[in-house]
T-cell receptor
Framework: AQSVSQHNHHVILSEAASLELGCNYS??????LFWYVQYPGQHLQLLLK??????LVKGIKGFEAEFIKSKFSFNLRKPSVQWSDTAEYFC???????????FGKGNQVVVIP | EAQVTQNPRYLITVTGKKLTVTCSQN?????MSWYRQDPGLGLRQIYY???????DKGDVPEGYKVSRKEKRNFPLILESPSPNQTSLYFC?????????????FGEGSRLTVL
């Protein structure tokens, strides 16, 4: 079964700083990859996704993620964060042929104005 | 408006008192799923359904039941709730059962079992 690892559960940074969140998965076959965001008190929303093609994926609100197949990674980045990016971020992986979506434990990101 | 609706949003109950959390989606989605969210553990899948009358266990199914009699509804049933089921529950749906699409989440149901 696939599993997802997210490191540095709590991240605190100042506005305009760059953000990178790591996501590694354990599955040797073809995967679909997602990042979801949960703003305080809200439900999860899709930030971006990768199915195939260009491994550098651009999502909403200036976020991007890069799929590196050799490293089984799908790291999320944003060059310059804003206070409104304060949220919890979840990486999720679906292995082709599997009907389940596995989530990582999340990264709690706090952006200080 | 496309949405996933859960009820109740907040519930405090006592050990052993059966309860049902309803979930309804208006997008004609095939796939529906229940997750629980606990601090430090992220989202863990309880049950999922690929279509009407097709349900399967997720990672943490113990103590829960589900049914999918209609495409739009996917209720979560706790026959005899216990304090370790105190959690934030999310229902989600996706257009296709192959999980290649976006998951749409409900607003969440915060359950406390005393």
């Amino acid at each position: 079964a696939q599993s997802v690892s997210q490191h540095n559960h709590h991240v605190i940074l100042s506005e305009a700083a760059s953000l990178e969140l790591g996501c590694n998965y354990s599955y040797g076959g073809t995967v679909n990859l997602f990042w979801y965001v949960q703003y305080p008190g809200q439900h999860l929303q899709l930030l971006l996704k990768y199915f195939s093609g260009d491994p550098l994926v651009k999502g909403i609100k200036g976020f991007e993620a890069e799929f590196i197949k050799s490293k089984f990674s799908f790291n999320l980045r944003k060059p310059s964060v804003q206070w409104s990016d304060t949220a919890e971020y979840f990486c999720a992986v679906n292995a082709h042929g599997n009907n389940r979506l596995a989530f990582g434990k999340g990264n709690q990101v706090v952006v200080i104005p | 408006e496309a949405q996933v609706t859960q009820n109740p949003r907040y519930l405090i109950t006592v050990t052993g008192k059966k309860l049902t959390v309803t979930c309804s989606q208006n997008m004609n989605h095939e796939y529906m799923s229940w997750y629980r969210q606990d601090p430090g553990l992220g989202l863990r899948q309880i049950y999922y359904s690929m279509n009407v009358e097709v349900t399967d266990k997720g990672d943490v199914p113990e103590g829960y039941k589900v049914s999918r009699k209609e495409k739009r509804n996917f209720p979560l049933i706790l026959e005899s709730p216990s304090p370790n089921q105190t959690s934030l529950y999310f229902c989600a749906s996706s257009l296709l059962a192959d999980n290649t699409g976006e998951l749409f989440f409900g607003e969440g149901s915060r359950l406390t079992v005393l």
